[in-house]
C-alpha cells in the first residue's frame, strides 16, 4: 500500500464523498474499541470536539504503523446535545426517544479528520456544524424510524440528513460535509497543497 491514500475507515458515506469526489484511495478499517475510549476520554473531561479529533487520530496511527509511506486519513464525528453525546440508537424505541428527545432543539455535530505519514500526524481539522430539528410529531418520528430503520441503525443520532431524515430540520449552521461525517473541503485542499490531487 505504498504512497497511497488510506482511509482508516469502513464508513460507506465517507468512502462516497472521495469516490465522488474523484479521489483514488484504499479503505482499510481499524481495530479499536470506539466506546472504551470514548468513555476513558468522557472519564478525563475530554470536549467533544476534542473526543472526536482524539478518535480520528487514534484510527489514523493505527492504519499508519503498518503502511508508514501512504498518507493515513483517519476520521470521526461527535454529536452533542446539551453536554451530552449522542450515540447510535441500539434499537428503534430508542431512536425515537433520542429523537423526541432533540427536536425543535439544537445539537452539534463535531467531524474530525487527521492525518497520517511515517507514523506521525501531519494535518488535522475539526468541522463543526449546528443542526436544527423542527418540532416534529411523536407520529413522524414513529414512521420515520420504522421506514428507515435498515438505513439509520448505524447513525450516530438516528437519522440520515442525505436521506429522509433531512425532513427532521429546519436549518444547519456550518458545513455540510462535517454533517456527514468528513470535512471533505479542508481534506481537499490539504490534498492538492500536498499535490497527492490535481487542484
Keep these: ?23 483514488s484511495f ?11 475510549v470514548k468513555t476513558s476520554l468522557l472519564n ?22 503498518k503502511n508508514p509511506d501512504s498518507l493515513v486519513l483517519g476520521c470521526d464525528q461527535i454529536l452533542e446535545f446539551e453536554g451530552l453525546i449522542l450515540k447510535k440508537p441500539s434499537s428503534k424505541n430508542i431512536a ?12 452539534t455535530a463535531y467531524s474530525a479528520a487527521v492525518i497520517f505519514e511515517n507514523a506521525r500526524p501531519i494535518w488535522r481539522f475539526v468541522g463543526k456544524a449546528d443542526l436544527f430539528l423542527k418540532n416534529n410529531s411523536e407520529r413522524y418520528i414513529y414512521d420515520y424510524v420504522d421506514r428507515n430503520w435498515d438505513s439509520i441503525k448505524n ?10 431524515g433531512c425532513r427532521l430540520f429546519t436549518r444547519i449552521n456550518g458545513d455540510h460535509f462535517s454533517v456527514l461525517g468528513l470535512p471533505l473541503l479542508e481534506v481537499i485542499n490539504f490534498l492538492c497543497i500536498r499535490g497527492v490531487i490535481d487542484g
Design 1 to 23: 500500500m505504498d504512497g497511497e491514500l488510506i482511509l482508516a475507515s469502513s464508513s460507506e458515506v465517507r468512502k462516497e464523498l472521495l469516490e465522488k469526489s474523484n479521489i
Design 44 to 65: 478525563e473531561n475530554y470536549s467533544p470536539r476534542d473526543i472526536a479529533d482524539a478518535l480520528a487520530e487514534l484510527k489514523a496511527s493505527k492504519i499508519s504503523l
Design 155 to 164: 447513525s450516530v443520532g438516528g437519522y440520515k440528513i442525505e436521506e429522509e
Design 26 to 36: 484504499l479503505s482499510v478499517k481499524p481495530n479499536i474499541d470506539e466506546d472504551a
Design 96 to 107: 425515537v426517544q433520542q429523537l423526541m428527545k432533540i427536536s425543535g432543539k439544537k445539537h
